[in-house]
């Protein structure tokens, strides 16, 4: 978070992504070994998932002077991505991964995003994710109860303001 010198920003921003397209696609190319258990294997494609979306904020980004979206659905609307991803659920039926407002419930497969402003402009996020397994997860907002989330990813601008995740939910 303290690197300033533009060049090693820029290296970092770089290698960075491309560490992150490496491991979308050695994920999605390489049988993932997550448990047997369907749902283990659903929260594997829930993370997965994620970083793809992941990707396409960092995409905007790139096109927007590193400023991200005020609002995810932009990644769609302006084509970062075609669609939101899907998983399988256990009955073999295709669930979309939506986002949502953040609240402590075990809202299977879908995901929140949550935009981290430095004066008027967005210049980070939260990305998390719910998983399907009753239990699992973990307790983002800090109040001491499970909030179901199995995976919480964050921007590669080395500027965002460094604001812990509870405190944007307490908000
Ligand atoms: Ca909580």
Same mark, same amino acid.
């Given at each position: 978070?303290?690197? #300033?010198? =533009?060049?090693?920003?820029?290296?970092?921003? &770089?290698?960075?992504?491309?560490?992150?397209?490496?491991?979308?696609?050695?994920?999605?190319?390489?049988?993932? /070994?997550?448990? /047997?258990?369907?749902?283990?294997?659903?929260? @594997?494609?829930?993370?997965?998932?994620?970083?793809?979306?992941?990707? @396409?904020?960092? #995409?905007?980004? /790139?096109?927007?002077?590193?400023?991200?979206? !005020?609002?995810? &659905?932009?990644?769609? &609307?302006? @084509?970062?991505?075609?669609?939101?991803? $899907?998983? #399988?659920? =256990?009955?073999?039926? !295709? %669930? $979309?991964? !939506? =986002?949502?407002?953040?609240? /402590?419930?075990?809202?299977?497969?879908?995901?929140?995003?949550? =935009?981290?402003? &430095?004066?008027?402009?967005?210049?980070?996020?939260?990305?998390?994710?719910?998983? $399907?397994?009753?239990?699992? @997860? %973990?307790?983002?907002?800090?109040?001491?109860?499970?909030?179901?989330?199995?995976?919480?990813?964050?921007?590669?601008?080395?500027? $965002?303001?460094?604001?812990?995740?509870?405190?944007?939910?307490?908000?």
């Amino acid at each position: 978070m303290n690197q #300033r010198n =533009p060049i090693h920003l820029l290296i970092g921003r &770089s290698m960075t992504l491309g560490f992150l397209l490496a491991a979308t696609v050695c994920l999605l190319g390489c049988p993932v /070994s997550t448990g /047997s258990h369907p749902m283990h294997r659903i929260n @594997g494609e829930i993370k997965t998932n994620l970083r793809a979306i992941q990707i @396409g904020c960092e #995409r905007y980004a /790139s096109d927007n002077d590193g400023v991200y979206p !005020e609002d995810v &659905s932009e990644v769609i &609307s302006e @084509g970062y991505m075609d669609a939101w991803p $899907t998983v #399988r659920d =256990p009955d073999g039926a !295709e %669930m $979309t991964m !939506e =986002p949502i407002e953040f609240e /402590s419930a075990p809202n299977h497969g879908m995901f929140v995003y949550v =935009p981290i402003r &430095s004066d008027d402009a967005v210049m980070g996020y939260y990305l998390m994710a719910y998983g $399907t397994v009753a239990g699992d @997860g %973990m307790d983002v907002d800090g109040d001491g109860t499970n909030d179901h989330i199995i995976e919480v990813l964050d921007g590669i601008n080395t500027d $965002t303001p460094d604001i812990p995740i509870a405190d944007l939910l307490g908000e």
